[in-house]
């Protein structure tokens, strides 16, 4: 069950993994992504410092420029509750995945990775942990 979710996007934390996951779905209007902007930030608070996040874009659709300022807020977000790892699950348009890895690209701080699949995302993740 998701820990916080709306009609385009979902967010979830695995305490046990110290992991949290953000599904970005369709086209997103402003209201939708500040509601998920700060559902992911909250999901960060309760985390862990250094915890990982794969970021599920495989159906993301560019979206207007305040929906991207929104993104970017949650980038920050992240990066200030200490994430350590992002894995990004490649989006089907290529247009949405430029404008999504543009927004607030400068914060991002942590170590980041593109999959084309969440089960990816997952190992590579996994992965990192095991080297550390």
Known sequence: MP????????????Q????????????????????A???TIEGAK????GFDMIND???FQPSDEEAMKHIERG???IAKHDVAAVVRVTSESTTGQM????AGED?????????????KAEKLLDKRREQA
């Open 46 to 49: 309760k985390l862990d410092a």
């Open 107 to 119: 914060e991002e701080s942590y170590q980041l990775a593109m999959a084309d699949s969440q089960e």
């Open 37 to 39: 902007a700060d559902a």
């Open 57 to 59: 874009l495989s159906n």
């Open 16 to 35: 046990g993994t110290n992991r949290l996951y953000l599904e970005l779905d369709g086209y997103l209007e402003s209201d939708a992504a500040g509601a």
């Open 99 to 102: 404008q999504f890895d543009r």
């Open 75 to 77: 980038k920050k977000g």
């Open 3 to 14: 820990y916080k979710s709306g009609e385009s996007w979902e967010v979830d934390i695995d």
